[in-house]
Nanobody, 122 residues
Framework: QVQLVESGGGLVQAGDSLRVSCAASGLTFSSYGMGWFRQAPGKEREFVAAISWGGVTYYTDSVKGRFTISRDNAKKVVYLQMNSLRPEDTAAYYC????????????????WGQGTQVTVSS
């Protein structure tokens, strides 16, 4: 059974840094691209960042230069390092395994985790 478990969220102040993690089990992790999405209250879930199985990275424009996605295939973990956090980054952050197609498309992912809440105060 595939399971993705996010952790590391919390309450921080604007300008702070935070790293969230996603631990995978039940899948051949090194063969999958992985993605991070976020969802704020009343808004749709949106793409944040992704990393291919080969290490190519993708970011939404609003986080470029501030967020970094990485992966540790030996530990089966994907990370999202978030620097210079802003109040508009407040959301529940979800990871998922990429299936096919564009890395930016929410519908191209499966096995969503339960999410971890990130709250940035001004």
């Amino acid at each position: 059974q595939v399971q993705l478990v996010e952790s590391g969220g919390g309450l921080v102040q604007a300008g702070d840094s935070l790293r969230v993690s996603c631990a995978a089990s039940g899948l051949t992790f090194s063969s999958y691209g992985m993605g991070w999405f976020r969802q704020a209250p009343g808004k749709e879930r949106e793409f944040v960042a992704a990393i291919s199985w080969g290490g190519v990275t993708y970011y939404t424009d609003s986080v470029k230069g501030r967020f970094t996605i990485s992966r540790d295939n030996a530990k089966k973990v994907v990370y999202l390092q978030m620097n210079s956090l802003r109040p508009e980054d407040t959301a529940a952050y979800y990871c998922a395994a990429h299936v096919s197609g564009s890395y930016y498309g929410r519908g191209n992912y499966k096995n969503w985790g339960q999410g971890t809440q990130v709250t940035v105060s001004s």
